[in-house]
């Protein structure tokens, strides 16, 4: 099958974690399956090629469209018309068997140039902006939200990322029966018990990662913090280094960690490179994920990988990734003592602990792959042939949804 993404925002090539690493990692697993994939994004830079092809062998072409610098997703809209001219352009010349749109500006460029040309598309959605602003008390989300409700109705299939957003993109008219549940996968080559753990200081370590963003809820790890007395939290997450002085968020937590007096139990490595971060990983006895809102889960799903227990707020991709009382432990979002509790239990169990990250390896290795996602997304695509979809058969009990 040939399938064009389009990602307005996000590049496959330069992004080292977040929508690029998940477009590159899908891209290359469909690759590897036997389809000819081309990924659609926009030019953020005068040194790159307009096509470039990947070892793994998808395709990048770099759309001209707005000035050729990096710029946030939600400034991209008033260039949707010239990135929706180059993809008519070159669809006419070199059409797709379909194509697939991640968020909400790709999905106006592609709606606008595949419509016009009959070629079905598919819709995803990262994250959904009416969760978004009910989760994070946002404004200025209506416009997005307009165009969410419309994109879903339009597209001949929404992948919605867990069920949390299945039950979001019904409350915006999408029928049930063109959603298609997919997750998020996670590298095994890269997330597994195997290799170096990176080196701590305390009795117990705790290792919390995300963006630096209110939502990731930083906040309710180090509100536990102070009933843990031997354990140091490690919170890897903004700028590269450390750098972290002059972020807002940054300062409000150093200043909740102080007011708590857990202030020297906090270590802020900032944002540790993607090729760094299993062995972060690794060296956790507990994996905590707080969100207040999170479709993904792919924190938890990367330190099951790794055979990390994993406490998570029972929120988005982090229900259906982490099996309560299996992989890990479900607490409820926003509720410090409800992780304390939780915590206390794996710190005082190692067996359990073991136990637990056992499950998790398996469950992410039989259901979390790569190769498992691209296959699950083939099969979600509304013109999918039998012959073009790979065998992936359920492994074991782990793998359940």
Request: charged share 20%; with cysteine.
């Amino acid at each position: 099958m040939k399938i064009a993404m389009v990602s307005a925002h996000a590049s496959p090539l330069t992004a080292a974690d977040g929508q690029g690493a998940h477009l590159a990692e899908l891209a290359s697993a469909m690759a590897g399956a036997g389809h000819e994939v081309t990924v659609h994004t926009r030019r953020a830079s005068r040194s790159v090629r307009s096509r470039v092809d990947t070892p793994a062998g998808y395709r990048v072409v770099h759309v001209p469209a707005g000035p050729p610098k990096r710029a946030p997703q939600d400034d991209l809209l008033p260039f949707t018309g010239e990135f929706s001219d180059f993809l008519r352009d070159h669809w006419v010349t070199e059409p797709p068997d379909l194509v697939h749109a991640h968020s909400w500006v790709s999905g106006i460029a592609t709606a606008l140039a595949a419509g016009e040309l009959g070629i079905p598309f598919t819709q995803s959605f990262p994250t959904l902006g009416s969760a978004e602003q009910r989760h994070e008390h946002t404004t200025g989300c209506a416009e997005r939200i307009r165009f969410e409700r419309m994109l879903g109705r339009r597209a001949g299939r929404v992948i919605a990322g867990c069920a949390a957003d299945v039950l979001e993109l019904c409350r915006l008219g999408v029928p049930r029966d063109r959603i298609a549940v997919v997750p998020a996968g996670v590298d095994l080559d890269r997330f597994s018990a195997r290799g170096p753990w990176a080196p701590r200081t305390a009795k117990h370590r705790i290792v919390s990662v995300g963006p630096l963003v209110p939502r990731t809820g930083f906040d309710v790890a180090i509100a536990a913090l102070p009933q843990l007395p031997d354990a140091e939290l490690v919170i890897a997450g903004g700028p590269e280094h450390g750098r972290t002085a002059h972020d807002t968020e940054a300062r409000r937590l150093r200043q909740l960690a102080a007011r708590l007096g857990v202030a020297e139990r906090v270590r802020w490595p900032g944002r540790i490179p993607r090729a760094g971060l299993p062995a972060l990983l690794r060296s956790a006895d507990v994996v905590v994920c707080t969100p207040r809102y999170e479709p993904d889960g792919v924190v938890a799903l990367q330190a099951m990988a790794c055979a990390v227990p994993v406490v998570a707020a029972a929120v988005g991709g982090l229900s259906d990734a982490v099996v309560d009382g299996f992989t890990g432990l479900l607490v409820r979002p926003g509720q410090p003592d409800g992780v304390v509790t939780a915590i206390r239990r794996l710190l005082a169990n190692p067996a359990l602990r073991d136990t637990y990250g056992a499950a998790g390896q398996d469950r992410a290795t039989a259901r979390y792959s790569w190769d498992r996602i691209a296959a699950d997304m083939i099969r979600a695509y509304p013109v999918t042939a039998p012959e073009d979809v790979p065998d992936a058969k359920p492994r074991s009990r782990a793998e359940a949804p």
